[in-house]
């Protein structure tokens, strides 16, 4: 069998559409993640009884139900429940807000209580309300313990969105499979496919060990 | 003048009673050292002052305000009094000014100038003036217990609650602490405090509190009940600290 490597530059617009596409759902995803994790982190962590419980089970659900099955239930189910539509590329990245929102809670949660408990209590001696504590100390410093596993976490959300080739949208997969229907260049294609997550894992692993690098672990 | 003022004051964690309907009354001025055996209550007494333990029987009345009063009391009662931990308890992330300034600007709402200089000389009164750009990590415990002392009284509260200041300090360390303690007494400053040093207690205390199983069982005055203890208990427990 004969490899041609030039296919891969003639459809390299194609490719480069697709990873914008991927790097799109990934990034506006783990935005609204980090949002849903950190509020849902703090909820398991100080939140009462109700507030606590509420945060438990969605990431109960989250947790054990795969990823395809929640992108599948936003696009094709929750349309007939409650009656609204949602196209491909937002149920996809809602999909990685509520999938990444879970872990990232649990890793909110994780790093807050792992922050010595006396220095809550001698923020909250000098008579500061206890949101105060948590911004001005418990917080930052529990964010240095969080770089680690939320960079894991960036990085497990972003392979998911390949996943979403379920749904049809026109991430980079989705496109490595257009690409090859019309070809069967099997081989350089899903070369080029993989190099290219390769290439995105790779920066954002270089950006995360240069920000822990920066900051301290205290 | 009444500062603190504990009426029939009970405390249980779950099924052990901790506070056992303690009576005491704290006047300004008065330099209270709280003695007794481990697991007694005195950390439970003193944290219950500031609340962060919430006594669950009778009163507790800290400058005016009860420790059962609304959320904002509490914050109004904690800045009134200073708390010095054990493990010092320094925000880890923040040099030794930036501990000190933390409490004007962030409780006082002090501009960051103003926040500095307040802590500038509190620093300096705590001898430690040249060691304001270093981290804790960076610092001895007894300096890092002298920066928790002036983090505190930047927020220029009218009672200091020392829970075992010197108990994680080598011995060489804690007479560096003890000295800025016996000043603040000096200054008139109302103190409660949590010690095994007896030396302290004679010459500074102007009142010495014996607790065991949650109750006071001795309030006199430390010369005269460390020379000739009242209770049997007391002197056993004196032999053993000394
Ligand atoms: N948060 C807590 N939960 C349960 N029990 C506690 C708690 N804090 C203290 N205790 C218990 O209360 C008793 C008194 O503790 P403490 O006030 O720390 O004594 P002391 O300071 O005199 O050694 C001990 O038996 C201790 O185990
Ligand atoms: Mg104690």
């Known amino acids: 069998m004969e490899t041609d490597w030039s296919v891969i530059i003639k459809f390299l617009p194609d490719l480069i559409e697709g990873t914008k596409s991927t790097i799109y759902i990934t990034l506006a995803g783990l935005i609204g993640g980090l949002i849903v994790g950190a509020v849902a982190g703090v909820m398991r962590a100080y939140g009462g009884k109700i507030l606590n419980a509420i945060a438990f089970i969605y990431i109960e659900v989250v947790r054990g139900t795969p990823i395809v099955v929640q992108v599948m239930f936003l696009y094709f189910a929750l349309p007939i429940l409650a009656n609204i539509r949602v196209d491909p590329l937002n149920a996809a990245i809602l999909a990685i807000v509520i999938n990444a929102g879970a872990y990232i809670a649990e890793i909110v949660r994780g790093a807050l209580l792992s922050i010595n408990k006396g220095l809550t209590e001698a923020g909250l001696a000098m008579g500061l309300p206890h949101w105060k504590v948590l911004i001005y100390i418990v917080g930052p410093l529990a964010f240095r313990r969080m770089i680690p596993p939320l960079g894991n976490q960036f990085i497990v959300s972003l392979k998911d969105t390949s996943l979403f080739i379920v749904i049809g949208v026109g991430e980079l997969t989705r496109t490595g499979q257009e690409i090859m229907a019309s070809n069967f260049r099997a081989v350089e294609i899903w070369t080029a496919v993989a190099v290219i997550y390769l290439i995105l894992t790779g920066v954002l692993t270089f950006i995360l060990r240069f920000t822990e690098k920066r900051m301290r672990l205290l | 003048?009444?500062?603190?003022?504990?009426?029939?004051?009970?405390?249980?964690?779950?099924?052990?009673?901790?506070?056992?309907?303690?009576?005491?009354?704290?006047?300004?001025?008065?330099?209270?050292?709280?003695?007794?055996?481990?697991?007694?209550?005195?950390?439970?007494?003193?944290?219950?002052?500031?609340?962060?333990?919430?006594?669950?029987?009778?009163?507790?009345?800290?400058?005016?305000?009860?420790?059962?009063?609304?959320?904002?009391?509490?914050?109004?009662?904690?800045?009134?009094?200073?708390?010095?931990?054990?493990?010092?308890?320094?925000?880890?992330?923040?040099?030794?000014?930036?501990?000190?300034?933390?409490?004007?600007?962030?409780?006082?709402?002090?501009?960051?100038?103003?926040?500095?200089?307040?802590?500038?000389?509190?620093?300096?009164?705590?001898?430690?003036?040249?060691?304001?750009?270093?981290?804790?990590?960076?610092?001895?415990?007894?300096?890092?217990?002298?920066?928790?002392?002036?983090?505190?009284?930047?927020?220029?509260?009218?009672?200091?609650?020392?829970?075992?200041?010197?108990?994680?300090?080598?011995?060489?360390?804690?007479?560096?602490?003890?000295?800025?303690?016996?000043?603040?007494?000096?200054?008139?400053?109302?103190?409660?405090?949590?010690?095994?040093?007896?030396?302290?207690?004679?010459?500074?205390?102007?009142?010495?509190?014996?607790?065991?199983?949650?109750?006071?069982?001795?309030?006199?005055?430390?010369?005269?009940?460390?020379?000739?203890?009242?209770?049997?208990?007391?002197k056993d427990f004196l032999q053993h600290v000394e």
């Open chain 2, 1 to 234: 003048m009444k500062i603190i003022e504990f009426k029939n004051t009970s405390k249980s964690f779950g099924p052990l009673k901790v506070l056992d309907g303690v009576d005491l009354t704290i006047n300004t001025g008065e330099v209270v050292v709280l003695i007794g055996p481990s697991g007694s209550g005195k950390s439970t007494l003193l944290r219950c002052i500031n609340g962060l333990e919430e006594i669950t029987g009778g009163d507790l009345i800290v400058d005016d305000l009860s420790v059962l009063g609304p959320a904002k009391d509490l914050r109004m009662i904690r800045q009134e009094a200073g708390m010095v931990f054990q493990q010092f308890n320094l925000f880890p992330q923040l040099t030794a000014l930036q501990n000190v300034a933390f409490g004007p600007r962030k409780v006082r709402g002090a501009p960051k100038a103003e926040a500095e200089e307040t802590a500038r000389e509190l620093l300096a009164k705590v001898g430690l003036a040249d060691k304001e750009n270093h981290l804790p990590s960076e610092l001895s415990g007894g300096q890092q217990q002298r920066v928790a002392i002036a983090r505190s009284l930047a927020i220029k509260p009218k009672v200091m609650l020392f829970d075992e200041p010197t108990s994680a300090l080598d011995p060489e360390l804690k007479q560096e602490v003890l000295n800025v303690m016996r000043q603040l007494a000096t200054e008139g400053m109302t103190m409660v405090v949590v010690t095994h040093e007896m030396n302290f207690a004679k010459q500074v205390g102007t009142r010495l509190i014996f607790m065991e199983h949650g109750k006071i069982t001795v309030d006199g005055h430390p010369r005269e009940v460390i020379d000739n203890p009242p209770n049997e208990r007391l």
